[in-house]
């Protein structure tokens, strides 16, 4: 007697996130290959062709995240006036015009660090408002029970991303100079804009319907007065503002330290900021899993607390290939645990935005950008 022959189990597939969410990462990830070429570029330029002091350089580090406390509330109001997809593509274009600044006026011989100056508060400004939307749009392409998988995916994308633009950037630069680096940082923001405009934005509503038009000083003060009233959310912010002063301090002289003191040049500045960007992507892969076992409030409370341990190496280091392996290790350390904080605050935020909505609580739309 022949026994039949049992079927192979068929295994489930995840759900797919969609064309949409896919097109979107592609979008996201281009754009940050050029950030990160940007990144290596723009201390290099400062400070070993235009000779910036110590202030200089921090200044210039200081404008470039001066929006962030001044824009993100109202960029919150605004994204939520126009369609995600067309602010994307919109802001991508402009930050393609404001980046091809630096190497014309290279060419045109009046570079200086007023240029750098401007350049980088204007750029600052329009990321503001790119990353407003860009995170607005996620919860529109990805169902809710997808969102933290979403997000993992999102962090592993950008950490790969900004290894592979970052070590772009170190060849660039050392092959045609810091100047027509951004060449390449404009090239992928126009790449970004292409793919964006392509996705497909679900879930808006016909024009002037469902969507009453307010003053924005007002949604503004309501998404203030919801933070305020909203425990996890106002403990988020309050956690993101001081990390994000702690990073903005430590982040404005990093780079001029490493290319002065520790004489790593942009090589050395480009290992350091690729290896921390490969932490950046180990961190977001392994957060689902981490959050799974652990849970969201001990995993961020981890990542937060791993975050300024990880910047003490910088304390101690001296010239020489050693110190600077060790800084790369620490700079992975840290944006690995960076990572994993991020992809699980998205979601406990965005989570947070879905318990009030069905909770007949008025859906809040100036606090979003505040919480990345």
């Given amino acids: 007697m022949t026994l039949p022959r049992p079927r192979p189990s068929v295994r489930k597939r ?27 570029a723009l201390p290099t330029l400062a400070v070993l062709e235009l000779d910036a002091t110590a202030g200089q350089a921090a200044l210039l580090a200081s404008l470039a995240h001066l929006p962030t406390f001044l824009l993100a509330l109202p960029a919150g109001g605004i994204v939520d006036r126009y369609t995600k997809r067309a602010l994307l593509v919109g802001t991508d274009l402009a930050g393609a015009a404001v980046v091809t600044v630096v190497p014309v006026a290279a060419l045109a011989g009046v570079l200086s660090m007023s240029v750098l100056y401007a350049v980088a508060l204007v750029l600052g400004a329009v990321t503001v408002l790119h990353q407003a939307a860009a995170i607005a749009l996620v919860p529109q392409l990805v169902e809710p029970a ?21 070590y772009l950037g170190t060849a660039v630069v050392a092959a045609v100079g810091a100047a027509k680096a951004f060449w390449l940082d404009a090239l992928s923001f126009l790449v970004s804009a292409c793919c964006a405009s392509r996705i497909a934005e679900p879930g808006l509503p016909p024009e002037g319907e469902g969507r009453p038009r ?6 503004i003060w309501e998404g203030l007065a919801y933070t305020a009233r909203t425990p996890l959310v106002r403990d ?6 001081l990390t994000g002063v702690g990073v903005g301090v430590t982040g404005a002289l990093f780079a001029y330290y490493l290319l002065t003191a520790l004489e790593a040049g942009p090589t050395g500045l480009g290992i350091v900021m690729g290896v921390s960007g490969a932490g950046a992507l180990a961190g977001a892969l392994a957060a689902p899993r981490i959050v799974a076992r652990f849970g969201p409030g001990h995993t961020l409370l981890a990542g937060f607390a791993t975050c300024p341990v990880a910047g003490l190496p910088l304390l101690f280091a001296r010239p020489g290939p050693v110190w600077l392996a060790a800084l790369a ?3 992975g350390l840290q944006l690995a645990a960076a990572a994993v904080a991020r992809t699980t605050q998205r979601s406990v935020s965005w989570g947070t935005s879905v318990l009030s909505h069905h909770s007949s609580l008025e859906p809040v739309k100036g606090v979003r950008v505040a919480l990345y």
Wanted: a positive charge.
């Fill in 329 to 331: 290790a620490a700079g």
């Fill in 146 to 166: 997808l969102l933290h998988r979403a997000n993992a995916r999102v962090g592993a994308a950008f950490g790969a991303a900004d290894t592979a633009g970052t």
């Fill in 236 to 241: 988020l912010v309050f956690a993101l503002t």
């Fill in 214 to 219: 307010r003053r924005l000083a007002g949604e």
């Fill in 14 to 40: 995840a759900p797919l996130l969609g064309a949409g969410f896919r097109l979107y990462l592609g979008a996201e990830s281009a754009g940050l290959v050029g950030t990160s070429v940007h990144l290596v």
